[in-house]
């Protein structure tokens, strides 16, 4: 079974910067994209980003768009999320996601069958 592990989250003041880190075990054969969630309270959760196994073709969404990279390291089974000119509204819990999912879905929650805890974001004004 995998298992997903997210850190480096805490609170940020406006225009700061934050990396949150997913660590992977277990299984990870099974992975093929991975991606970053968010859910603010209140709120759906939505696809932060989202990348394939291969490194290719990242997917950003657009409020992020320009100032979060995501990446991997491949020995350490590790995906981060770097985030910059943080603002209020990215205040969020934020998930790790991983699995397979097929075209069309590597955007949508319900294509993703593993999942981390959250590590919780909060951007100070």
């Known amino acids: 079974q995998v298992q997903l592990v997210e850190s480096g989250g805490g609170l940020v003041q406006a225009g700061g910067s934050v990396r949150l880190s997913c660590a992977a075990s277990?299984?990870?054969?099974?992975?093929?994209?991975t991606a970053w969630f968010r859910q603010a309270p209140g709120m759906e959760r939505e696809c932060v980003a989202a990348m394939a196994l291969s490194g290719s073709r990242p997917y950003y969404a657009d409020f992020v768009k320009g100032r979060s990279t995501i990446s991997r390291d491949v020995a350490k089974n590790t995906v981060y999320l770097q985030m910059n000119s943080l603002k209020p509204e990215d205040t969020a819990v934020y998930y790790c996601?991983?699995?397979?999912?097929?075209?069309?879905?590597?955007?949508?929650?319900?294509?993703?069958?593993?999942w981390g805890q959250g590590t919780q974001v909060t951007v100070s004004s």
């Open positions: 996601a991983a699995g397979a999912p097929p075209l069309g879905w590597r955007q949508k929650e319900a294509g993703y069958n593993f």
């Open positions: 277990g299984g990870t054969g099974r992975i093929l994209y």
